[in-house]
């Protein structure tokens, strides 16, 4: 990658070479880093919706179908013709481009061409979900494909459910995964918590929380099924992230009472809505709750809890929570850091949030493109454009992404000096490399020209 340039280290005793990785290069928002839960992943056994993959068909003809599977039977070794994994991907590819009712016929051709070949409940769930992908304004296609698999003796079950539901919420029927849903926990099987909380997190991203709600009470009451702690989760991030913290906290008193026990997990939900409301208070308040409640924090919550403090200005106290933090154990990240040099540079301390990057390369952390353009929107806020230059050499080099404010904070401070060449030099680069879209960098850069003109006009700018 190359050293940070000398001229950035004057406050620092040392140089040291900067690492960065693409692939470590951090991809969402750095306040709250997603973690991986076991609760929100699928079962071991249980099916999925199929992949979309290349077809093997160049036309949906079903004839143009019958005559490739048989050739295939035909020019294989004696052994493929029984391996009905095979099988069902034949299937599986036709169905892509094919319609429902001729998926069926191509499945009897198949049966009864190779009469050793026995479908089996994954063979029908193909077809399952191609029924839940037809443009049909009831679910007869789906009630069609579900009264095969019964009269062929396979009654649906929890893997069933599973695969009809994420189907058809996949292609945004979800008001007919809802009424599904109820029919199959009314006359064959209920939906596993997998398939509930999959269902709840997709009635609150298409609409108000009130259906998601009204989906939970139904269920309970006419179901038997109960919301768990993945449930209220998936319901108190959405309410954070619509910045109703009051309705968060109604939900975790709802939850205790139902005699849940809020885990690490959720309290990090609740803790990045009060950061993404600037109230790092209150995010400390959490902090304590937790430990009073004798649920230990994990990194995701020290990297919230300081971007909360660093974004609100607090940055005194996010570096306590650092020192503790490495205390309890856990190494602080990229994201950890950055989130310092963000508060300190909010602060005006860009010398300090240098200084803070060496200390992070000293410990071994590779600093990652949210660092660097967290820098950059720093040194040019701070009125240290060479220094910014330079980063942007380093960035370029090394083929990092800028990010929209970073990019326009640069690009307006450039042509505040008068170097507007070099703010076109930028928009090409941001192009090139696909930082933006295309008409994002030219909006940004047209604007802050219109700026600079009157400010030229009003003596503002050389």
């Given at each position: 990658m190359g050293k940070f340039p000398p001229s950035f280290r004057s406050a620092i005793?040392?140089?040291?070479?900067?690492?960065?990785?693409?692939?470590?290069?951090?991809?969402?928002?750095?306040?709250?880093?997603?973690?991986?839960?076991?609760?929100?992943?699928?079962?071991?056994?249980?099916?999925?919706?199929?992949?979309p993959h290349k077809s093997l068909f160049k036309t949906s003809s079903l004839n143009e179908a019958k005559i490739l599977f048989n050739s295939l039977i035909s020019t294989t070794t004696p052994r493929l013709?029984?391996?009905?994994?095979?099988?069902?991907?034949?299937?599986?590819?036709?169905?892509?481009?094919?319609?429902?009712?001729?998926?069926?016929s191509l499945l009897h051709h198949m049966v009864k061409t190779l009469p050793s070949l026995s479908p089996d409940r994954s063979t029908?769930?193909?077809?399952?979900?191609?029924?839940?992908?037809?443009?049909?304004?009831?679910?007869?296609?789906?009630?069609?494909?579900?009264?095969?698999?019964?009269n062929k003796g396979f009654k649906p079950n929890q893997v069933t459910v599973d695969v009809a539901i994420r189907?058809?919420?996949?292609?945004?029927?979800?008001?007919?995964?809802?009424?599904?849903?109820?029919?199959?926990?009314?006359?064959?099987?209920?939906?596993?918590?997998?398939?509930?909380?999959?269902?709840?997190?997709?009635?609150?991203?298409?609409?108000?929380?009130?259906?998601?709600?009204?989906?939970?009470?139904?269920?309970?009451?006419?179901?038997?099924?109960?919301?768990?702690?993945?449930?209220?989760?998936?319901?108190?991030?959405?309410?954070?992230n619509a910045k109703n913290i009051r309705e968060a906290d109604r939900l975790v008193a709802v939850l205790k009472e139902c005699g849940l026990k809020p885990d690490a997990f959720l309290y990090n939900t609740i803790m990045k809505g009060y950061c993404l409301l600037s109230k790092g208070i209150e995010a400390v308040r959490i902090y304590k709750q937790m430990k009073e409640e004798g649920v230990e924090p994990d990194l995701i919550t020290y990297n919230t809890l300081i971007f909360g403090l660093s974004k609100c200005g607090r940055v005194s106290e996010a570096k306590k929570f650092l020192k503790i933090m490495v205390e309890s154990g856990h190494f602080p990240d990229a994201v950890t850091y950055t989130s310092l040099m963000n508060g300190m540079c909010r602060e005006g301390d860009v010398l300090g949030a240098v200084a803070l990057l060496e200390e992070m390369e000293l410990k071994g952390c590779s600093p990652n493109s949210c660092t660097y353009n967290t820098l950059l929107h720093g040194f040019c806020k701070g009125r240290m454009l060479n220094r910014g230059v330079e980063l942007y050499g380093v960035m370029k080099k090394g083929g990092m992404k800028l990010e929209t404010a970073s990019y326009a904070t640069f690009v307006r401070a450039l042509c505040r000096e008068g170097r507007v060449a070099e703010a076109y030099e930028v928009f090409d680069y941001v192009v090139e490399s696909k930082s933006l879209p295309d008409v994002a960098a030219y909006t940004t850069l047209e604007s802050t020209l219109k700026w600079l003109k009157k400010a030229r006009e009003n003596g503002l700018a050389v």
């Open positions: 005793p040392s140089t040291s070479l900067i690492k960065n990785t693409p692939s470590q290069q951090l991809k969402q928002p750095h306040y709250l880093p997603k973690k991986p839960t076991k609760k929100n992943s699928p079962k071991p056994h249980e099916t999925q919706t199929p992949p013709p029984d391996n009905l994994r095979l099988h069902n991907s034949f299937l599986q590819s036709y169905t892509s481009i094919s319609t429902l009712d001729d998926s069926i029908y769930h193909v077809l399952l979900s191609q029924s839940c992908r037809e443009p049909d304004s009831s679910l007869s296609s789906v009630q069609k494909v579900l009264n095969l698999m019964v189907s058809l919420c996949t292609v945004g029927r979800v008001d007919d995964a809802v009424l599904l849903v109820k029919e199959f926990s009314s006359k064959h099987s209920k939906p596993d918590s997998f398939t509930y909380n999959f269902l709840v997190k997709c009635l609150c991203k298409s609409r108000i929380f009130n259906s998601a709600y009204s989906f939970i009470d139904e269920m309970k009451s006419s179901f038997d099924i109960n919301p768990d702690l993945v449930t209220y989760t998936i319901l108190i991030d959405n309410v954070c």
